[in-house]
């Protein structure tokens, strides 16, 4: 592939010796990734092609009894033969502790697109184990809004579970039988479009991820948004969440502020959060004295955990 005329706002040769391993979901936006020079994608799906997944995800109706993963990594090959794709027609939820080292252990970015809450809380657990950079990508019910969450290690404070702690509830009051939102919200609703319109944010912020520092506009992307780890898209011009009209709150409410815009919100982190809150004391615990009296990682205002709810 020729890359001459993207290399002005893309590290191409970081994006080429990059290796990125995607958990269900996001096939658009993993060819995407291989247009902008990825080379090495490990896809971790064990769902088979159904005939509605042609009107609304990157298949064709050919492709329809196969497994995702296979039909990806076929396309993948025919976008850049070059690229190096491994599948893994495995539920990542019971991946061993083995596998996960691995599939993830070496890869320079991992990309979380399930609608399912199991693995993209385990998505969280195993990014802070690895010291991985991490992207969650979803769709709110009925696709009306969407959300992208990225974690960097040295970077960011507040991980996946400090960001949607209100899901995180939730499905712990359902484990107790206790009424709560769903966690697990369906796909149902979300055209192609809408997916492409969310991933095409998220695919600016992995390749902001994997270029981070380079002298471009992609590379400065991650430094630009500091700690705003908690991204929401509105598609749906009157979408409100649980009646409240949140991007009004922050872009206003000129006649020209519509739809199809974000909001990057910044994200503090739970002091007691169970699954970082120790690494962060390691971490804190490793820096010299002088930089721990100054460190500031409790200036952040912290945003309302139901922005990033289940019930959006």
């Given at each position: 592939?020729?890359?001459?005329?993207?290399?002005?706002?893309?590290?191409?040769?970081?994006?080429?010796?990059?290796?990125?391993?995607v958990v269900g979901g996001a096939y658009g936006l993993t060819r995407d990734l291989v247009h902008c020079g990825l080379a090495s994608v490990v896809y971790i799906d064990y769902d088979r092609i159904e005939p509605s997944n042609a009107a609304r995800?990157?298949?064709?109706?050919?492709?329809?009894?196969?497994?995702?993963?296979?039909?990806?990594?076929?396309?993948?090959?025919?976008?850049?033969?070059?690229?190096?794709?491994?599948?893994?027609?495995?539920?990542?939820?019971?991946?061993?502790?083995?596998?996960?080292?691995?599939?993830?252990?070496?890869?320079?970015?991992?990309?979380?697109?399930?609608?399912?809450?199991?693995?993209?809380?385990?998505?969280?657990?195993?990014?802070?184990?690895?010291?991985?950079?991490?992207?969650?990508?979803?769709?709110?019910?009925?696709?009306?809004?969407?959300?992208?969450?990225?974690?960097?290690?040295?970077?960011?404070?507040?991980?996946?579970?400090?960001?949607?702690?209100?899901?995180?509830?939730?499905?712990?009051?359902?484990?107790?039988?206790?009424?709560?939102?769903?966690?697990?919200?369906?796909?149902?609703?979300?055209?192609?479009?809408?997916?492409?319109?969310?991933?095409?944010?998220?695919?600016?912020?992995?390749?902001?991820?994997?270029?981070?520092?380079?002298?471009?506009?992609?590379?400065?992307?991650?430094?630009?948004?500091?700690?705003?780890?908690?991204?929401?898209?509105?598609?749906?011009?009157?979408?409100?969440?649980?009646?409240?009209?949140?991007?009004?709150?922050?872009?206003?409410?000129?006649?020209?502020?519509?739809?199809?815009?974000?909001?990057?919100?910044?994200?503090?982190?739970?002091?007691?959060?169970?699954?970082?809150?120790?690494?962060?004391?390691?971490?804190?615990?490793?820096?010299?004295?002088?930089?721990?009296?100054?460190?500031?990682?409790?200036?952040?205002?912290?945003?309302?955990?139901?922005?990033?709810?289940?019930?959006?």
């Amino acid at each position: 592939m020729n890359f001459d005329r993207i290399r002005s706002s893309i590290d191409v040769e970081r994006m080429q010796n990059a290796r990125v391993t995607v958990v269900g979901g996001a096939y658009g936006l993993t060819r995407d990734l291989v247009h902008c020079g990825l080379a090495s994608v490990v896809y971790i799906d064990y769902d088979r092609i159904e005939p509605s997944n042609a009107a609304r995800q990157d298949f064709d109706l050919t492709d329809v009894g196969r497994y995702k993963a296979e039909a990806l990594a076929a396309s993948l090959k025919r976008l850049n033969p070059d690229v190096q794709v491994t599948f893994l027609l495995r539920n990542f939820c019971e991946l061993s502790q083995e596998d996960v080292d691995q599939y993830l252990g070496q890869s320079d970015l991992l990309i979380f697109a399930t609608d399912s809450f199991a693995a993209q809380a385990r998505g969280n657990i195993e990014a802070l184990r690895l010291g991985k950079p991490a992207l969650w990508i979803g769709l709110y019910q009925g696709a009306r809004a969407g959300e992208i969450v990225y974690y960097s290690p040295g970077v960011t404070r507040a991980c996946y579970r400090c960001i949607c702690s209100g899901r995180y509830d939730a499905f712990e009051r359902q484990a107790r039988g206790e009424a709560a939102p769903p966690v697990n919200v369906p796909s149902t609703g979300g055209t192609i479009l809408d997916l492409h319109l969310v991933d095409a944010i998220a695919g600016q912020i992995a390749v902001g991820l994997l270029t981070a520092g380079a002298p471009n506009r992609m590379g400065r992307l991650i430094g630009q948004l500091d700690q705003r780890n908690l991204l929401q898209v509105k598609i749906d011009p009157e979408y409100t969440l649980n009646g409240r009209d949140i991007f009004g709150q922050y872009l206003g409410n000129h006649p020209a502020q519509f739809s199809f815009g974000n909001i990057a919100l910044p994200m503090e982190p739970e002091p007691d959060c169970p699954d970082c809150a120790a690494i962060r004391r390691a971490a804190q615990e490793a820096m010299p004295c002088e930089q721990s009296s100054n460190d500031t990682s409790h200036a952040t205002p912290r945003a309302d955990r139901s922005r990033s709810g289940s019930s959006a």
